[in-house]
């Protein structure tokens, strides 16, 4: 099964909202800034709520990460439910807000078993 295509945009606070598969992640802002300038992973980051009987209960759980690709060129991010590339000149776009939002096309890892 081949992942969906996603959307990347940004938060008012600086950080980025992975959309895909009808899921939203998010990035936090300093993971952004250190993504962008020094290349280091950020950590992808969910938040459920589940409300039980009245009780409500929040908890953020990491659901991956997102790295540069070794060219320099692109954003590679790994979810449980897939991975997704976005150039990197989108991505800084988005998050300096000079756009929306940018695509994330779905990456297929080739099977080297077939």
């Known amino acids: 099964m081949t992942p969906e295509a996603g959307t990347l945009a940004c938060t008012a606070a600086g950080g980025l909202i992975v959309h ?6 998010r990035i936090a802002p300093e993971d ?4 962008i300038f020094s290349g280091r992973p950020a950590p992808v980051t969910r938040e459920r709520v589940r409300r039980t009987g009245g009780i409500v209960t929040s908890s953020v759980t990491i659901e991956g990460h997102a790295a540069v690709n070794p060219a320099g060129r692109a ?3 790994h979810l449980r439910a897939g991975s997704w590339i976005v150039p990197l000149v989108s991505l800084q776009r988005v998050a300096r807000g000079e756009a929306a939002s940018a695509p994330l096309f779905p990456l297929v890892e080739a099977d080297l078993y077939e």
């Not at 952004?32 to 993504?35: E, G, H, K, T």
């Open 20 to 25: 895909v598969e009808a899921e939203r992640c």
């Open 75 to 77: 954003v590679v991010i």
């Open 32 to 35: 952004v800034r250190s993504l």
